[in-house]
């Protein structure tokens, strides 16, 4: 179905053989999997239960409860910035428009801009800390792409815009 998958750090540009569509996928970067994630909670609430049961045999048995309290703090947050990680941007063209879809699971925001007057503005700032706005802006409408992309991630994904965006390059367009 797919003829290449030019993949770009954490986006993807992937073109249907049969039609000739295009679209990109944003996505940030999980460096570990769920798996990674869990053992990596068990493993340092393991180590803390091991710490508080040997001080706990010392005679500090009210340190124990705060070593179990202390894994479910660590599990809790990590599921929270795992669930974050999964956001995902698609940006398609359909017939005379740009659309970007956005979401975690599925698509729950989806803006819609006139192909022919949109614009890819980046601002690439010049220090190394910050990692600059990429947009497309249409009649006073801006919308923020990118957000969880550093910032050569950031160019990359720009110059892919501008790549893909040009009128003699094909339609881009949704995938099912």
């Known amino acids: 179905m797919t003829s290449y998958d ?6 993807s540009r992937q073109v249907n053989s049969q039609t000739g569509n295009t679209q990109i996928v944003v996505r940030a970067n999980k460096s570990m999997s769920w ?7 068990a493993s340092l609430g393991a180590l803390s239960a091991v710490f508080g049961g040997i001080v706990a045999v010392e005679g500090f048995w ?16 990590l599921s ?16 005379d428009s740009i659309v970007v879809e956005s979401g975690y699971d599925k698509p729950v925001a989806s803006s819609e801009l006139p192909s022919h007057w949109t614009r890819v503005q980046f601002d690439d700032p010049p220090s190394a800390f910050e990692v600059g706005r990429l947009r ?5 409408q801006s919308l923020e792409i ?5 910032k050569e991630e950031k160019r990359m994904l720009h110059k892919e815009l501008l790549h893909c965006l040009r009128m003699d390059q094909p339609q881009l367009k949704l995938i099912s």
């Open 80 to 95: 929270k910035a795992y669930k974050r990680l999964g956001y995902t941007e698609v940006i398609s063209r359909v017939g």
């Open 35 to 41: 798996r990674a994630n869990v053992l990596l909670a």
């Open 62 to 77: 009210l340190v124990l409860p705060f070593a179990g309290l202390e894994f479910l703090v660590v599990f809790f947050c």
């Open 146 to 150: 990118g957000q969880a992309l550093n």
């Open 6 to 11: 030019t993949t770009l750090a954490m986006v």
């Open 136 to 140: 497309l802006q249409c009649s006073g």
